[in-house]
């Protein structure tokens, strides 16, 4: 049987919901709900990481015997321990949406492992108070997706939530995969993410919202005494710290976002890690061709408010949610601001400094936005694969012809044989320029490439990649899962036996349900 240290402070140090029925309600003065996840017909492990296991302390004896299965699909509850929901608001596609709260997730325990603090969260197990009028219920094809992204994401090196298990409820689910009228039942599952908290920005909104300054105060206390360590007190002084912190994690976030290509797709404000986490995977998408306009996600076709260009804005505009949540504690408006106004400068010399990284750039020169700008229109010129642009870039040798060099880029180009004269030109411009400024740099080409292939992954999980493992799932296949959970384990290296995964999405792929735009509850 696995043994946690069991700690559970948020649910001991913080202030409880009373009421202990799940009817959906609003919840005041109250940081969650107790609730017990609802038991499953007859779960069924599908697949679990081995690295997350490990992470936490669990064995692979005891991630495949039946008591793990037991825990995290709900069916059990861990000894000592009582689940909760949080409570929480937010804002949704830029409206206040008031409180929304844990409506498919469960907290089961945080518990401590080699000195790291981690809380162990099932989404998908039932129904809570903040469940609305849903069901709190995940369908396996969200819950491959969250499953294999997470892990993508945390060896991209971007920060995220981490994914422990994938577990069949044997139950069904109903669901309108587009909101088009037209829902059906579909296998349900339940995930176990992994990190070390789920606070996110509408924790802080939902009570200043409410003007309960107190519980405000507790949980902004509560946060920066697990948290943040490096921040001591409980001053004004401190709280301003604080928001800088978060906004500095927060950058760092989207910076990575923008360097392999992912859009996340709902960046409501309770979405939001506090730490600077990706979390809560629904309908994202790494852009295949390179265009910032894109979002994957079907509720957003129509304004693209969180399309993938536009991602550090809308990241400065939840922060400024976060801001007016935090200003009763603090009452001054200036530092605030000056940590708000600073944010685009800092975003800006942070992208300039990732993108010299992906073009192999070590020194700074003065025409290196000249020529990152240059390359972004080029982009747009021709249908081009973002991933795989980049990762051929490293290929390109300083004493390359042009001619050469726009050869070994056109891999990366979808229907190369359609490039107009007048692209081909801007293309051997741009490389003409791009060879000049290596010429400026000391490092050799195999230094170079090798830099260059440390930021700009070979392997990213495609939304058709992703969901042709969901179709072999539904067919009772889990094998594909496993495969891309131990290819994306590697993004980096060059692995000969998975070339396959290295191309260009398929035409079939262009317009295919789960493979191009997806809906919230993908």
């Known amino acids: 049987m696995m043994q946690f240290q069991i700690t559970n402070p948020f649910s001991t140090e913080l202030p409880a919901d009373p009421n202990q029925d799940t009817v959906p309600r609003a919840v005041t003065k109250a ?141 069904t689910v109903l669901r309108d995969v587009l909101y088009d009228g037209h829902p059906e ?68 976030m989207v910076t990575h976002w923008q360097r392999v290509g992912f859009v996340h797709g709902v960046m409501n404000t ?35 408010r969180y399309r993938f260009g536009n991602q550090p804005q809308i990241a400065l505009w939840n922060l400024y949610q976060l801001a007016n949540a935090l200003f009763p504690l603090i009452e001054q408006a200036a530092p605030l601001e000056a940590i708000l106004d600073a944010f685009q400068t800092q975003y800006e010399a942070d992208y300039t400094s990732m993108m010299r990284n992906k073009l192999g750039l070590c020194m700074a020169a003065e025409t290196d936005l000249e020529l990152l700008q240059l390359l972004s229109q080029n982009l747009l010129l021709h249908e081009t694969d973002y991933t795989i642009f980049f990762r051929k870039l490293s290929e390109l040798q300083k004493t390359d012809s042009e001619e050469t060099a726009f050869e070994i880029l056109s891999e990366a180009f979808y229907k190369p044989e359609k490039i107009s004269p007048q692209t081909q ?30 930021v700009n992954p070979k392997y990213v999980l495609r939304n058709y990649m992703a969901q042709l493992a969901i179709e072999a799932a539904e067919k009772e296949d889990y094998s594909l899962i496993e495969e891309l959970h131990i290819l994306l ?30 809906s919230c509850s993908s």
């Not at 989404?123 to 993508?152: F, M, Q, W």
């Not at 986490?277 to 079907?298: A, Q, S, V």
């Not at 980096?492 to 493979?515: M, T």
């Open 185 to 252: 039942y579909e296998k349900g599952a339940v995930i176990c993410r992994v990190a070390p908290s789920f606070i996110r920005f509408g924790n802080f909104e939902l009570f200043s919202s409410q003007k309960d300054l107190q519980t405000l105060k507790l949980l902004t206390n509560f946060t920066i005494k697990h948290h943040f360590p490096e921040i001591k007190g409980t001053s004004k002084t401190d709280y301003i710290a604080f928001f800088k912190a978060v906004a500095d994690k927060t950058r760092t």
């Open 270 to 304: 309770d979405n939001m890690s506090i730490l600077g986490l990706t979390i809560d995977y629904g309908p994202y998408g790494w852009l295949e061709d390179y265009n910032p306009d894109w979002t994957p996600n079907t509720t957003d076709r129509e304004n693209r």
């Open 31 to 171: 940081c969650f709900s107790y609730v017990t996840p609802r038991i499953p017909s007859n779960p069924q492990l599908v697949h679990y990481s081995k690295e997350v296991a490990q992470l936490i302390g669990i064995t692979t004896a005891e991630a495949t015997n039946t008591a793990f299965t037991a825990i995290f699909s709900g069916k059990e509850i861990l000894p000592n321990t009582r689940p909760y929901a949080m409570n929480y608001a937010g804002h949704q596609f830029g409206n206040w949406a008031g409180q929304l709260g844990d409506g498919r997730a469960i907290n089961l325990t945080q518990i401590q492992h080699l000195q790291q603090k981690y809380t162990l969260q099932l989404k998908g197990a039932g129904a809570t108070p903040y469940s609305r009028r849903a069901d709190g219920l995940a369908v396996l094809r969200s819950s491959i997706r969250e499953h294999l992204c997470s892990e993508a994401m945390h060896h991209l090196g971007v920060p995220t939530t981490r994914s422990l298990s994938l577990i069949l409820t044997g139950d």
């Open 489 to 518: 384990k590697k993004p980096y290296h060059e692995q000969p036996n998975a070339q396959k995964w290295f191309a260009k999405r398929p035409d079939w792929a262009r317009q295919k349900i789960g493979s191009s735009m997806l």
């Open 425 to 454: 030109d801007s293309w051997l411009y741009w490389i003409t320029q791009y060879t000049l400024r290596l010429q400026k740099e000391t490092a050799s080409d195999p230094d170079r490439k090798s830099r260059m292939n440390a």
